[in-house]
């Protein structure tokens, strides 16, 4: 038999007693998972399609924006524009929030995401991926355009959260607060099949992923906890440890769902706030799956899903995986 669709899958969600799905999130979520698949269909194109390389522009964070980054930013938006379920949207590749336009109706979500995290791997056809969360608009916003400040809540608040990730198959990981699910894209027709969940991460896996070439921004808890592992056999953990690092956080963590290990990007402890990725759409919608699935995900100190944001493009150090390995980092 046929492993079931994602639109079955949701409507069997939307039916249970207290379901975490309503009709509307249902909506959302398959206008995102469409958006998932015309991203999917423009990389795998490649020079064909001329999608690959750089802009001359700049996003808000200062980095060489790739022609898939605008792309996929564009079909994300024009998917959910219109479809009524959302009051706004903010993405990595725009500087400010995107209130939905007036000549639309308005809904009670505000979606956010990073249309293509990873994206140095494009070009060498290394997978890359899709983020995204999904919060209520407060209430006090009701009858009013959404405002910035209405996006800065913690992970907690997400009612759900996923990644598509385009590598040998294109899946899309989703959890709505109830477990954590895969979905295989059957190209030829064009449909999402559930092929794993609810997925648990394997514990006691040795493997950890960090750039090391970025050794002098750690805090010493942070060397101590690589050094450590790299000791081998020889050293406090008694056993050897493999390392492995892809640069897309989509493919790292995605390995760790379904490999186990720990994934690591530390701030930078010689400059308070700075850090690599980004707190609303990369690490909170990944901290929410990576707890889903049994893990546990920190900024070092404390769980990432905690933290009250300040700005829209905060950055954030980010330890998640295996919770052991995630304590052990914590430990004195
Ligand atoms: P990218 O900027 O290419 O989108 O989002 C940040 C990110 O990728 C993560 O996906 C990835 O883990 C990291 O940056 C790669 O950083 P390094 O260049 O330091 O390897």
């Not at 994602?6 to 995102?32: D, K, M, N, W």
């Not at 493997?207 to 050094?227: D, G, H, K, T």
Request: hydrophobic share 40%; proline share 6%.
């Amino acid at each position: 038999m046929q492993p079931i669709s994602l639109s079955r899958f949701l409507i069997e969600q939307q039916r249970l007693p207290e379901s975490p799905c309503p009709a509307e999130l249902r909506l959302l979520i398959e206008t995102v998972a469409r958006a998932c698949k015309a991203i999917s269909h423009a990389i795998s194109k490649g020079a064909l399609g001329d999608v690959l390389g750089s802009l001359k522009s700049e996003n808000v964070q200062g980095e060489v924006q790739k022609k898939l980054d605008v792309i996929a930013n564009d079909l994300l938006l024009d998917a959910n524009e219109w479809g009524g379920h959302l009051a706004g949207m903010a993405s990595e590749e725009m500087e400010t929030i995107h209130p939905i336009p007036n000549r639309y109706p308005k809904g009670e979500y505000l979606l956010l995401f990073d249309p293509i995290d990873g994206s140095s791997n494009v070009d060498v056809d290394l997978s890359v991926g899709t983020i995204f969360s999904v919060v209520r608009a407060p209430e006090a916003c009701a009858g009013r355009e959404v405002v910035e400040a209405d996006f800065l809540q913690p992970g907690r608040n997400q009612v759900a959260a996923g990644y598509a990730i385009y590598g040998p198959q294109t899946l899309l990981v989703l959890t709505i607060g109830a477990g954590v699910y895969e979905f295989t894209l059957e190209r030829e027709i064009g449909s999402w099949r559930l092929t794993d969940g609810p997925m648990r991460i394997p514990t006691g896996t040795r493997e950890f992923a960090i750039n090391m070439a970025r050794r002098p921004q750690w805090s010493p808890a942070v060397a101590r906890y690589v050094e450590d592992r790299l000791l081998g056999s020889a050293g406090p953990c008694g056993h050897d440890y493999n390392m492995r690092w892809t640069a897309s956080m989509v493919a790292d963590v995605h390995r760790i769902l379904k490999r186990g290990g720990v994934f690591l990007y530390p701030a930078d402890h010689r400059t308070p706030g700075k850090a690599r990725l980004r707190l609303l759409y990369e690490a909170n919608p990944m901290s929410l799956l990576i707890e889903q699935a049994g893990g546990a995900s920190s900024d070092g100190s404390a769980a990432i899903l905690d933290i009250d944001p300040v700005s829209l493009h905060q950055r954030v150090g980010v330890v998640m995986g295996d919770k052991e390995e995630v304590a052990a980092l914590h430990r004195p």
